[in-house]
């Protein structure tokens, strides 16, 4: 069998191949950076981050998949033209950076509305990410939406949203990200066996399992139905390991890259200790 594809959210300060030591150092095998600061919308190009070394360091590393997170000020989902507009170019221009440097994929936060037209808001923010995909030539890095913890408008906590979505944007080159933290936080998935095999029988017939990209895995610091996104490190939050467990007994989803988002035993993000954990939820 394949390796289990399992690592964390990890820091590309000073140049991308840091990112391989900090992942190999928390013993992951699959990795998610930010390719250009998260909170601006000043986006710098990949030049001067060291491609060639970090593609050096990559191939002689253990690790086997590489996300990149986009900027969390992108919202598709506006009604705002200036913002949309703003959210189209950063996004893409995170998006080539993850092309250049061979990732996965980037993953992106859909945005919020308060429009009441909900078909809409859909065909809006599939608009923007077709003109993403447009800008970016690309056949390897996917453009993945994430799931939303829901409330204030957000769009994406249900697979109502993301199933419409999906089918709106017609594309073979997008692909969906499932956050525990998130899907629990919406009170959309409980975590019970029977609440999961419903949850992704239905995703398989919708969108289909193949294009559940990754999954970030965190627990949540918040309740269920709670609205509000607060990871919490595995097994010291709301959803526990028994819980997080039931997910990874499904066979299906094995084989996808889990990707920790959690604030980390000593407060500096995903790490060994929440990797091992992560690696006992699946008898390793
Ligand atoms: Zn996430």
Redesign the pocket.
Known sequence: MKNRLLGGHVSAAGGLKNAIINGAAIGANAIQIFGASPRQWNVKGVEGKGVDEYKEALGKSDIEAVYLHAAYLVNLATGDNELFDKSVDNLAAHYEIASAIGADGI?FHIGSSKDEDRQKVIKGIASGMKEVLKRVKTDKTKLIM?NSSGGGGKIGDSLDDIGDIYKEVGSKRIGV?I?T??IFESGVLDFEKKSLKDFFDRFDREIGLDNLELF?I?DSKTDFGSFSDRHENLGQGKIGLEKLGNLAALKKLQGKPWIL?VPGFDGSGPDKKNINILKSLFGL
């Open positions: 993953v994430e990200c956050d933290a998130h970030h965190n988002e």
